[in-house]
């Protein structure tokens, strides 16, 4: 059990850019949530797969925000047209959900976007 | 909907003191609690958890919560306060039966002081 790690930690990037992340959840589990957190805030939730698909998206901030979790196990985040807004902390979670049981949600350390 | 209120977001206690950190929920269906931890420039760590069943939870490093209906509380606290305590902690919830995504309070940083 490595743990949950995102790629890459820190992205600094010009407004107009785009930019993607990459989450890589613990082996197995079917769960992944991505969130983003601003400075002295808390985690806002953005999405979140079960397996493949993804079962909430209306909390994604902007079309300029998608999601991808093509084969049930890593994801990717993409920012379209980046504005200075964006800038934030974006976190990734996973937890092995079923029935009811394994509902904790272990978080990876982040990618810090900076938008210039 | 779900929120949660976190009261104080600056708490300093001395070491070897009482922590106490305040979180109030509000829920439209019976809550699955959190109390999450986060050091500088890393993730989030679990702290605790309550789901159902008894309502005071141990966690780890020597916190506890307990879970009072009636207030709709879940304040996380620590008989003696360590250096290595000293953190941003973030009360969460979820709606139980169908846990999903986590709605976070804005969170409270604690200063432990020598």
């Known amino acids: 059990d490595t743990g949950v790690s995102q790629d890459p930690r820190h992205k600094i990037t010009k407004r107009g850019q785009n930019v993607t992340f990459r989450c890589d959840p613990i082996?197995?589990?079917?769960?992944l949530y991505w969130y983003r957190q601003t400075l002295g805030q808390g985690p806002e939730f953005l999405t979140y797969?079960?397996?493949?698909?993804?079962?909430?998206k209306s909390r994604l901030l902007s079309d300029r925000f998608s999601a991808e979790r093509p084969k049930g196990s890593f994801s990717t985040l993409e920012i379209q047209r980046t504005e200075q807004g964006d800038s934030a902390m974006y976190l990734c979670?996973?937890?092995?959900?079923?029935?009811?049981?394994?509902?904790?949600?272990?978080f990876g350390p982040g990618t810090r976007l900076t938008v210039l | 909907a779900q929120s949660v209120t976190q009261l104080g977001s600056h708490v300093s206690v001395s070491e070897g003191a009482l922590v106490l950190l305040r979180c109030n929920y509000s829920s439209s269906v019976p809550p699955y609690l959190f109390w999450y931890v986060q050091y500088p420039n890393q993730g989030l760590q679990l702290l605790l958890k309550?789901?159902?069943?008894?309502?005071l939870v141990k966690g780890i490093n020597g916190f506890e919560a307990e879970f009072k209906k009636s207030e709709t509380s879940f304040h996380l606290t620590k008989p003696s306060a360590h250096m290595s305590d000293a953190a941003e902690y973030f009360c969460a919830v979820t709606p139980s039966g169908s846990a999903r995504q986590l709605t976070f309070g804005s969170g409270t940083q604690l200063t432990v002081l020598p």
């Open positions: 309550y789901t159902t069943g008894a309502t």
């Open positions: 797969f079960q397996n493949e698909a993804q079962l909430e």
């Open positions: 979670a996973s937890s092995n959900q079923r029935e009811g049981l394994g509902i904790e949600q272990f």
């Open positions: 082996s197995e589990h079917n769960r």
